[in-house]
Structures are given as C-alpha cells and as structure tokens.
C-alpha cells in the first residue's frame, strides 16, 4: 500500500540509502523494500537525498544533485511503486523535487527556516519536518505551523516530524523516549522516530568524517515504537562500510526485515501510549 500520508492508527515507515547512487543499488534497496512493505501495515515510503549539503568534510560525496537525483528516484518510483521521500535544503528546490517526490523532508539542520518550510508547504505535498538536534520539542509547533499555513490549511496526516536526538555536547545524540508524546501534543501531528540518525556522532568518524554506534540502533528503535512514535525512519544500505555517506550509521539491508518485524510487534502491543 503506497504511502501519500502520514497515518496515525498505522505503523509506517521510511527506509532507503543515505544519498542516491547507482540505479543497481537504488533498484536492489526499493525491490527489497518493496517486498518488505507487504509486512508494514501503512507502508513504506523509499527515501535518498539528492544532495547532501550538510557533510561534515568538504571533500565528502553529495550526491548526484537535483536533475539527475530526482530522475533516478522517479525511476525507483516507477519500478517498485513505493512513495519517495527526498530532503529539500533550499526553497528554491521545493517546486522541482514536488514535481517527482511523494513527501518532501526538511533536514535538522533547516528545521526553522521560514523560506524553506513555506515553500514545501505551498507544494501541497506533505512534509516531514525533521527536530533541530537543539530543539525542545514544543518548539517544533513554530515550523509545523510554518508548514500548514503555506499550504492553506494542511491536514493533520500531511505534516510530520521526525524526532532524531538531542545534542548534549561532544558529538552524541541522546534520545528522550518522552518527546514521542510531546511532539504529537505540541504539534498536532503524526510522530516519527529516526532510528539511524539518534545513533550519528558526527564528526567523530576517521578522517573528520561522522562516526556512528550501529549496534544500538535497534534498541532504540523499539523503545520508541513502545513509547509512543507513529513510524520509523531508517537508513539501509547493502553494504554500509562502503557506503559513500552515513555508513557507520546505517542498518545492514539483509538486517532490515526482522527489525522492523519486531518493531511492528512492539508497535502494536503499545497502542494506549499513542492515545
């Protein structure tokens, strides 16, 4: 079942490599989880970035950028039939990934700029909006309404955001399993945890490059799914050590199907927490 909102009585997902490569990879990440969606009750949405403008090192690999980044998502659209999710970091961008992407997502990093939020709102596509890594989470009720107020009155399972750690100094990310209930209340809105990214210790991977504790992904992602989160966002690759981005903090593809099986589990047997 395709993905064009962002329900709230069905556990969902968003999975896919960290940044568009080749259409043999990109092909063999949607052909899995497109076979995978037949076990998320509310589907999964295939995610990559066509640009990765927040690398920590100015050498790192982006991606392949707007034009050729959307027409290879378009084509993994076209051959798996998932929704696809791609960052936008500038408004600019907004209008063209609208034309191909199902979701439009706003980095962290982004999370307050008004520009940007606007613009992805007046796409009329819905939005997931990504917690700054300093950000409270009342404070994400500013940016969601930034969003809907674009689109004329966005309705509730077209605006998301996505919890993804908090920053407390010296590169972790701790994950407060409060802020699932907080958010919804705050912002009116399906909740997502990002389980890849909670676990990033950005510039402390060789080379200056950002690090990441894999082995503690999935404790954290069924934590969440027990605390309250609507859905879960993951990154997967293949073969993550050669991964060209955010490798040290991505889960194995061949690891994907039986962690989220179990989240599906975990979801289901917390139903109250999300009431």
Known sequence: MNIVRFPADKFFVIAGPCVVEDDELMYRVGDHLARLAEHIPGGVMFKASFDKANRSNVGAFRGPGLDEGLAALDRVRTRTGLPIITDVHEAGQCAAAAQVADVLQIPAFLCRQTDLLEAAGATGK????????????????????????????????????????????????????????????ACRSAVIFDGTHSVQQPGRGEGGSSGGLREMIPALVFAACAAGADGLFVETHPDPAHAPSDGANMIPLDQLDALLKRAVDIWAGAGSVRT
């Open 126 to 185: 819905p939005v997931n909006v990504k917690k700054g890594q300093w950000m409270h989470p009342e404070g994400m009720a500013g940016a969601v309404a930034k969003v809907r107020a674009a689109g004329h009155g966005m309705r509730a399972e077209e605006v998301a955001v996505t919890e993804r750690g908090t920053f407390f100094g010296y590169g972790d990310l701790v994950v407060d399993m409060r802020s699932f209930t907080r958010l919804r209340h």
